[in-house]
């Protein structure tokens, strides 16, 4: 019989990885690709430890769910044998579907979102595997009939959450988003078949909710890791744009550069090609790609390339209020002096939005178990910190050596 591997993670020390299907899963070259994307894209520009992956991630969060899988059972909640390496295998297997970099690049090399990407992965895994994700499956999709465990891959108190706001504080050295994951988890309980905190986690729980807060303004929209991703998203779209002009400008491109020029899900033969195509690639192809580009006769793919690789980032103003056109235009002038008249001005003047809220009452609340057996939900129990406010912040990014 083989015995279990303990892995020695920095965050929870050793955690123990189950024999059979999940360590073969891990083992897999799809998850093994997650080695080589980084959690949060091009975070270490700011944090310079923030060089974390997704298979730290994912494996972080698996370890996490086991425990709450224990806790649950020592409560009196069923949970088969089947049941349990069904939620861990969705768990370990939930951020599969991410590309290069993570959330910066989304749709930007396939027109897929991560989790539509994920599924179609996990598929392809269940026929490798002879049906052995079916539940897997079930649970991820959220059409198992005990909803408590895709609830704990996937609401707004998930073993998701949980891992990464640990470790991401621990990777940049924000402690303001340091949790209490141990005590939260020991609060979990099932009613209704639904995940529930018991009364005296609510302090734990705002806690959670604070530091997630606090992770997004003070890591996740940092106003330099905005313009850095801004940059490489543009940098990205302006090869798409030679590609559709030129089909074959990248004559003797990598990967990554020929899927640049799918558009569409048409554009493959069938899903098992996207999937070989996609699971090829990952943050190593793009930063060549960078590196290549920089001597790129396009002016402003090269520009562009050059100033990420460097890191002479674009200068970047914030407002609570949209900026101006007025504005845009004085600086866009500056840049047709730079560049030419010809210059598509957008790959050079950024402008958008950031958005954020601590907790939101429109999608399924925490319910909170109090002492007296009556489950109310989150927002009705938390009268200090917490309140559903949506913060918006307004940026404009452009190149800071204009004069």
Known sequence: MQQNKLLND??????????????????????????????????????????????????GATHLMNKAISVLRQKGITITKEEEIGVKVGILLHDIGHGPFSHALENKILPFHHETLSLMIMDQLN??????????????????????????????????????????SFFTGVHEGAIGHERIISMLNVVDNHIVVEEKGIYSIEKFLLARR???????LHKTVIIAEQMLIRTIERAKELIQEDPNYFS?????????????????????????????????DVFYCLKKWQKDEDEILSYLSTQIISRRLFRIEL????????????????????????INLNHLIISGSEHNTAYSTSKEEIQIMMKSGLIRPFSEVSNDIIREQIITKYYLCYPKDLK
Not at 20 to 28: A, D, V
Not at 138 to 156: A, D, V
């Open 252 to 284: 003797n491109g990598g990967l990554l550069e020929r899927l640049l020029s799918k558009s569409s899900k048409d554009d493959f033969e069938d899903e098992e090609k996207i999937i070989d195509a996609f699971t090829q690639i990952d943050d190593y």
């Open 214 to 220: 606090l992770m997004y303004w003070q890591v996740y």
């Open 10 to 59: 920095p965050i929870y020390g050793l955690i123990d990885m189950p024999s059979g299907l999940i360590f073969n899963l891990i083992e897999h070259r799809y998850f093994q690709r997650l080695r080589r994307i980084k959690q949060l894209g091009l975070t270490d520009y700011v944090y310079p430890g923030a060089l974390h992956t997704r298979f730290h991630h994912a494996l």
């Open 127 to 168: 026929k490798e595997f002879d049906g052995q994700l079916d539940l897997a499956i079930s649970i991820f999709k959220g059409t198992y009939h005990k909803t408590f465990l895709h609830e704990l891959i996937s609401s707004q108190l998930d073993m998701d959450r949980m891992d990464y706001l640990k470790r991401d």
């Open 319 to 342: 407002s609570d209020q949209k900026f101006d056109d007025e504005k845009k235009s004085k600086i866009g002038t500056k840049l047709r002096n730079k560049f030419g008249e010809k």
